[in-house]
């Protein structure tokens, strides 16, 4: 071996050891010749018990036809993403999901190469959540909400009128079992909005389920959503999926374009007979259940991008609501700010009683996102750092305080009309005096080394009623 061979060598199995998944490399005869300390953490063994061995011997529950290791190097095919259960040395259950594929030198086998990722703790988790769903489920009664409903259609506030048809329409047709699609960019509400759904259905007694889609893997997510039967794999028992628990209610499919192509064909077919089968059960079960779907792009481009089946979109596009991202909504903006405020100020024991005109000038043009999520949250920071009893701009978040500042420069850059500039630079001095003193003309005036009389002249010219939300102010004192 050269010298520039044996670097090389180093390098990739400095690489190798790096890797934040588990790796496993076999020769031709089966024997490990590379074994990472990720592999070994997750099939609970010593990177020294495993190397030099024949991977049968070191997990001696399998064999050559249930190895995936030894199969691709048969076969020649490589393998993505499936399950691997297996008993190692020391007679551990260990649970995998792999990806393997075989190595070839000059169009030979060589060997092969499994990329491991350890899903036991997961599942473990998902499994314990099916059963604690399963203990909590109530019976249907009349007229009884389920407790895991926090929000009504009414908990969607907006002031925008294309939002507040798209509420009536909803509360109208809540009351059809059809299945829904709900599409926006995530933080604009679409959980709140489904739960929402849920609450005005005749479904309102029964259960409400919610399942996001993205970041599960294809075989566990199936076993939740449709339920496992006992021995359909090692350590398997009789558990109900999320369609069984969801009988008599809704079921809450979030990113169902993130649902691996596969699994979408089999949601079809319990979206069109209503039966569902566990996984490794001959045994149907007949379930009566919503389900809506939602997804934070929009449905054409998820179809551009194969990311959903035709079909099911078709079987799911019975009813669709948009939701309007928070920047095409922008009277929401200030509407919102305020209401979160009120809601910080008993949270956080504070009294704070406005927002600075050129915060909410800045609100109103940022792009916002995040949506109304990252709106509440930046309300939830301002006050928090907040010394003053209204926010301002030195309040800001650290990146939005740089948004600012290169928006300002911008425009400083722009020549504008002097009696339009002047006028709007008096209107945020008005403002800006009016909240510093609770809204006491008087002292506003004072403030601003005005009379009194010229203040008020003021305030009819440019429209500023401080008791109209923008500036939400106690105290009052018009007749001083």
Same mark, same amino acid.
């Given at each position: &071996? %050269?010298?520039?061979?044996? *670097?090389?060598?180093?390098? /990739? +199995?400095?690489?190798?050891?790096?890797?934040?998944e588990? *790796? #496993?490399v076999v020769?031709?005869?089966?024997? %490990?010749? !590379?074994?990472?300390?990720?592999?070994?953490?997750?099939d609970?063994?010593?990177?020294?018990?495993?190397?030099?061995?024949?991977?049968?011997?070191?997990?001696?529950?399998?064999?050559k036809?249930?190895?995936?290791?030894?199969?691709?190097?048969?076969?020649?095919?490589?393998?993505?993403?499936?399950?691997?259960?297996?008993?190692?040395? #020391?007679?551990?259950?260990?649970? %995998?999901?792999? %990806?393997?594929?075989? *190595?070839?030198?000059?169009?030979?086998?060589?060997?092969?190469?499994?990329? $491991?990722?350890?899903?036991?703790?997961?599942?473990?988790l998902?499994?314990?959540?099916?059963?604690?769903?399963?203990?909590?489920?109530?019976?249907v009664?009349?007229?009884?909400?389920?407790?895991?409903v926090?929000?009504?259609l009414?908990?969607?506030?907006?002031?925008?009128?294309?939002m507040?048809?798209?509420?009536?329409?909803?509360?109208? @047709? $809540?009351?059809?079992?059809?299945?829904?699609?709900?599409?926006?960019?995530?933080?604009?509400?679409?959980?709140?909005?489904?739960?929402?759904?849920?609450h005005?259905?005749?479904?309102?007694?029964?259960?409400?389920?919610?399942?996001?889609?993205? +970041?599960?893997?294809?075989?566990?997510?199936?076993?939740? /959503?449709?339920?496992? $039967?006992?021995?359909?794999?090692?350590?398997?028992?009789?558990?109900?999926?999320?369609?069984?628990?969801?009988?008599?209610?809704? /079921?809450?499919?979030?990113?169902?374009?993130?649902?691996p192509?596969?699994?979408?064909?089999?949601?079809?077919?319990?979206?069109?007979?209503?039966?569902?089968? =566990?996984?490794g059960?001959?045994?149907?079960?007949?379930?009566?259940?919503?389900?809506?779907?939602?997804?934070n792009?929009?449905?054409?481009e998820?179809?551009e991008?194969?990311? *959903?089946?035709?079909?099911?979109?078709?079987?799911?596009?019975?009813?669709?609501?948009?939701?309007?991202?928070l920047?095409?909504?922008?009277?929401?903006?200030?509407?919102?700010?305020? #209401? !979160? &405020?009120?809601?910080?100020?008993?949270?956080?024991?504070?009294?704070?009683?406005?927002?600075?005109?050129d915060?909410?000038?800045?609100?109103r043009?940022?792009h916002?996102?995040?949506?109304?999520?990252?709106?509440?949250?930046?309300?939830?920071y301002?006050?928090?750092?907040?010394?003053?009893?209204f926010?301002?701009a030195?309040?800001?978040?650290?990146?939005?305080?740089?948004?600012?500042?290169?928006?300002?420069?911008?425009?400083? /850059?722009?020549?504008?009309?002097?009696?339009?500039?002047?006028?709007?630079?008096?209107? $945020?001095?008005?403002?800006? +005096?009016?909240?510093?003193?609770?809204?006491?003309?008087?002292r506003?005036?004072?403030? @601003?080394?005005?009379p =009194?009389?010229?203040?008020?002249?003021?305030?009819?010219?440019?429209?500023i009623?401080?008791?109209?939300g923008?500036?939400?102010?106690?105290?009052?004192?018009?007749?001083?």
């Open positions: &071996m %050269t010298e520039t061979q044996s *670097i090389s060598k180093e390098v /990739l +199995a400095a690489i190798l050891k790096g890797i934040d588990g *790796i #496993h020769d031709l005869d089966g024997n %490990t010749i !590379f074994y990472n300390e990720i592999a070994a953490r997750h609970g063994l010593e990177v020294s018990e495993v190397i030099g061995r024949p991977v049968l011997k070191v997990f001696p529950s399998l064999d036809e249930t190895s995936t290791l030894l199969k691709v190097m048969k076969t020649k095919k490589p393998i993505y993403n499936q399950t691997q259960s297996y008993v190692n040395l #020391h007679g551990a259950q260990i649970e %995998t999901i792999n %990806t393997t594929l075989p *190595i070839t030198v000059d169009g030979k086998v060589a060997g092969a190469v499994e990329i $491991a990722k350890d899903y036991s703790r997961l599942k473990l998902s499994e314990s959540l099916l059963d604690l769903r399963k203990k909590i489920k109530q019976p009664k009349k007229k009884t909400p389920v407790q895991n926090q929000y009504t009414d908990s969607l506030l907006t002031v925008n009128q294309e507040q048809k798209i509420k009536k329409e909803a509360a109208k @047709l $809540a009351k059809s079992d059809s299945s829904i699609l709900v599409f926006g960019e995530s933080g604009c509400g679409k959980e709140l909005f489904v739960q929402g759904l849920h005005a259905s005749s479904r309102a007694a029964g259960p409400f389920i919610a399942q996001n889609c993205a +970041a599960i893997p294809e075989s566990l997510l199936e076993s939740i /959503l449709f339920g496992t $039967a006992k021995g359909s794999y090692t350590g398997a028992v009789d558990r109900p999926g999320l369609f069984e628990l969801a009988d008599g209610g809704t /079921l809450f499919l979030d990113e169902i374009h993130a649902m192509i596969e699994l979408q064909a089999k949601l079809l077919r319990v979206l069109e007979d209503g039966i569902v089968r =566990r996984v059960s001959p045994k149907s079960t007949h379930v009566d259940v919503r389900v809506i779907a939602a997804m792009i929009h449905p054409v998820a179809l991008r194969n990311q *959903i089946r035709t079909d099911l979109f078709y079987r799911l596009n019975v009813l669709t609501f948009g939701l309007l991202p920047r095409d909504r922008k009277e929401d903006i200030e509407f919102l700010a305020h #209401h !979160f &405020m009120r809601g910080f100020n008993q949270v956080l024991d504070k009294n704070l009683s406005g927002v600075g005109e915060v909410l000038a800045f609100f043009q940022y916002w996102p995040g949506n109304v999520r990252e709106l509440k949250h930046t309300i939830e301002m006050m928090n750092v907040c010394e003053d009893h926010l301002k030195e309040d800001l978040p650290v990146i939005m305080k740089q948004q600012l500042q290169k928006d300002e420069q911008a425009v400083s /850059l722009k020549v504008q009309p002097l009696k339009a500039s002047m006028e709007e630079q008096e209107k $945020a001095l008005i403002k800006k +005096a009016l909240l510093e003193t609770n809204g006491n003309i008087k506003a005036a004072k403030l @601003l080394e005005v =009194r009389q010229t203040l008020q002249y003021k305030l009819a010219k440019y429209n009623d401080i008791n109209n923008s500036l939400v102010c106690s105290n009052y004192e018009s007749a001083e």
